[in-house]
Nanobody
């Protein structure tokens, strides 16, 4: 079983920055892909960014140029640096990890960018 603990969410003014962290722990083999997803009010959960075990990144168009995903393989942690936040970025952000062919989700952390 893998546990994911997210942190770093909060309330910022539009244009501000936040850094999300997600630490994986528990019984797991090597972690493959790691990523961040979000779900805004009344919306479906959507991809924000992913990073492969080899460090290849993929971003949603809405995140390109503003968000940066990175990972620390030694500590099984994935980060999301978010800059120039907009009110439309307001959502619950979820970490997702793939390990041994199974998907694991974090509990979510609220990000609110006020106008």
């Amino acid at each position: 079983q893998v546990q994911l603990v997210e942190s770093g969410g909060g309330l910022v003014q539009a244009g501000g920055s936040l850094r999300l962290s997600c630490a994986a722990s528990g019984s797991m083999s090597s972690i493959n892909a790691m990523g961040w997803y979000r779900q805004g009010p009344g919306n479906q959960r959507e991809l924000v960014a992913t990073i492969s075990g080899g460090g290849r990144t993929n971003y949603a168009d809405s995140a390109k140029g503003r968000f940066t995903i990175s990972r620390d393989n030694l500590n099984n942690t994935v980060y999301l640096e978010m800059n120039s936040l907009k009110p439309e970025d307001t959502a619950v952000y979820y970490c997702r990890v793939t390990s041994a062919g199974r998907l694991y989700w974090g509990q979510g952390t609220q990000v609110t960018a006020s106008s």
